[in-house]
């Protein structure tokens, strides 16, 4: 095996394509790496065809997005992770796991469409799970009338402004993945246009090296030979083949006996990077996304907390009915989802619509903190969104 190592020459960022399903998510995603990819001679973008991104024999089958993809590009001043998230309502739970890891994301809406349910939810969920900063794709731009494109733009930024984005100032981009991938120079230089808004309106966020390492596990896959493999993106910290860690769910301290990003070898993961480790002596079947790796000792996952909850109305795709005390949905806190018990206090019940204050005893120890945001569901919705204010 003599595969090359990465080599860090630029600033690295994870972004990811969400929205609504047939939106055009995964055709943008593919266009996007075909456009760098055939900037010059000395790209460093591989292109990665429509159907390399949405591989698996069901999702050709029935021609939308189940699971979440990884693929990695460059432009002249990033490299950057890119998720292609599902759109389809029964996937959420897919996307919710893809944008936990995200620095920022771009909303594909088509122009045709609108704004649809899971437009909505998508940025919803993006907020709750701390993505700050998103870019629209307004797609298939090619195929949209002029004013009817003017409506559309109109309401997205009205969506982002009611969700915290600051709706006005976003960048809307219009795009056409399709035409694009074509290669027709206009629409290639729309995707272009869409890179460079990128590049330029999400920062580069701040990234805690000095912290222990914490890793939330995406993905668990075997190696032949080699052993178990977990993935995510690093939420901070450093790792390095050979450090110790504790695998928070499972249970287990191993040793990192490995480490790639997209195939490439490294011998330091830091916050940020998405990541494969390897890990020495566990089982397959031990370790599941939702667990978190970590530097042994650095956290005490817990079980019991409070927080803020908005209980979704019933408009936003949420309940038309109340929650009560007693109440257990599950709890989609960074790549986890754990159900869990919700007490209101004295208020008891909460309806609609409502910003409430609920105590949540988990059905398993989790790594918590005060900050950490999360995703209420229940029954294939969103039926909440909330945010830890104590834990213990
Ligand atoms: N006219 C036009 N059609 C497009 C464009 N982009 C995508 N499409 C078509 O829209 C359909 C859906 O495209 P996908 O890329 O699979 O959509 P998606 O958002 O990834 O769908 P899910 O992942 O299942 O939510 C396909 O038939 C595409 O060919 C575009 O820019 N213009
Ligand atoms: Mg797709």
Known sequence: MSKTAYVRTKPHLNIGTMGHVDH????LTAAITKVLAERGADSTTQYVSFDRIDRAPEEAARGITINIAHVEYETDTRHYAHVDMPGHADYVKNMV???AQLDGAILVVSALDGIMPQTAE?????????VDHIVVALNKADAGEEELTDLVELE????LTAHGYGGDAVPVVRVSGLRALEGDPRWTASVEALLDAVDTYVPMPERYLDAPFLLSVENVLTITGRGTVVTGAVERGTVHVGDRVEVLGASVETVVTGLETFGKPMDEAQAGDNVALLLRGVARDTVRRGHVVAAPGSVVPARRFSARVYVLSAREG???TPVATGYRPQFYIRTADVVGDVDLGEVAVARPGDTVTMTVELGRDVPLE????FAIREGGRTV??????TVG
Request: glycine share 24%; hydrophobic share 35%.
């Open 24 to 27: 055009g998510k995964t055709t």
């Open 97 to 99: 796991t893809g944008a």
């Open 122 to 130: 998508h940025v919803l969920l993006a907020r709750q799970v701390g």
């Open 156 to 159: 997205v930024r009205d969506l």
């Open 318 to 320: 949420g309940r038309s």
């Open 370 to 373: 005060t900050g950490l945001g």
């Open 384 to 389: 909440g969104a909330g945010t830890v204010t």
